[in-house]
Each structure stands twice: as C-alpha cells, then as structure tokens.
C-alpha cells in the first residue's frame, strides 16, 4: 500500500502502510467533496462489478471477493436476473 505522509516525515521511524481507518476516511472526505457515499466497501462492489462486465467471468470476480457462490456474487455487484436474460438476448455467434 502506499506510503502515509505522515510517516514519510518521521526521520527516526521506517515508513508504514496507510492503515485501513486513513483509506476509509480519504474516500469519505472525497466522496464529501463530490456529493456521492463513497468508501471503501462501495469502492470493492465497483471493481468487482467492473471486472465481471470487462470479462464475464464470474468465477474471477468470486475468487477477488472471496465468495463461495455465484449467486451472493452477483447480487453483491448489482447483477439482476434481467441483466443476464439480456445478456443471452444480445448474444450473437
């Protein structure tokens, strides 16, 4: 992870990974400042959401988010059954 500020600055100290608490806290403040929730969580719900749409795989986005099953998976990214009749609508071979 990257280097905090603060720790860069400490002469006497190895630097040190930002802590969980100081990401949450740096996508609320952006969030804040763009008028939308933001913070970690929802930031793991878009990658994955992302990466099933770039690939359709979704036993790659399982792995990443570490489910154990298809379903909670695509309810967790935002895939509805409507999106995937769609998909199989739209498919052309």
């Known amino acids: 992870m990257f280097q ?5 600055q400490a002469t006497n ?9 100081a990401v ?7 969030g804040k400042e763009v008028n ?4 970690t969580h929802s930031m793991r719900k878009t990658r994955g959401y ?4 770039s690939t359709k795989d979704i036993a ?3 792995k990443m988010l570490r489910h154990s ?3 909670v998976t ?15 609508v739209d498919l052309e071979i």
């Open 69 to 71: 099953s298809e379903g």
């Open 13 to 21: 100290k190895a630097p040190k990974p930002l802590t969980r608490r």
């Open 74 to 88: 695509l309810r967790y990214i935002g895939v509805t059954q409507d999106d995937v009749d769609k998909d199989f």
């Open 24 to 30: 949450s806290e740096a996508f609320a403040m952006i």
């Open 36 to 39: 939308i929730a933001l913070g």
């Open 4 to 8: 905090s500020y603060r720790n860069q």
């Open 60 to 62: 790659r986005v399982m």
């Open 50 to 53: 992302h990466l099933y749409q």
